[in-house]
Nanobody
């Protein structure tokens, strides 16, 4: 069973960049597909980005495509979310999530497909 710990959140201004990290322990990291989700105050948690086991496939929510980039380092057991040109509407708690997947598994945005979650890291973007 994998455990996930996010870091890298903070308070930034609109237009700034941040890189979130999610470090995994336990389990075999390369067996897991990973996702990033966020929850803004008073809103439902929503999908942000996902990456396949090997890192060759990724998926993004329309609201972040072109500004955010997800990547992973299987040797370091870490998944990253590079966030550029941040906007106030990106303010949220960002969480990473993992699911065991076969190599050919299709990408998914469904939160229920991810059984393992980190505690989240706060990102606040001021205007």
């Amino acid at each position: 069973q994998v455990q996930l710990v996010e870091s890298g959140g903070g308070l930034v201004q609109a237009g700034d960049s941040l890189r979130l990290s999610c470090a995994a322990s336990g389990g075999t990291f390369s067996y897991y597909a990973l996702g990033w989700f966020r929850q803004a105050p008073g809103k439902e948690r929503e999908f942000v980005a996902a990456i396949s086991r090997g890192g060759g496939n990724s998926d993004y929510a329309d609201s972040v495509r072109g500004r955010f980039a997800v990547s992973r380092d299987n040797d370091k057991k870490t998944v990253y979310l590079q966030m550029n040109n941040l906007k106030p509407e990106d303010t949220a708690v960002y969480s990473c999530a993992a699911r065991r997947a076969i190599l050919t598994a299709p990408m998914t945005r469904a939160q229920d497909d991810f059984p393992y979650w980190g505690q989240g890291t706060q990102v606040t973007v001021s205007s």
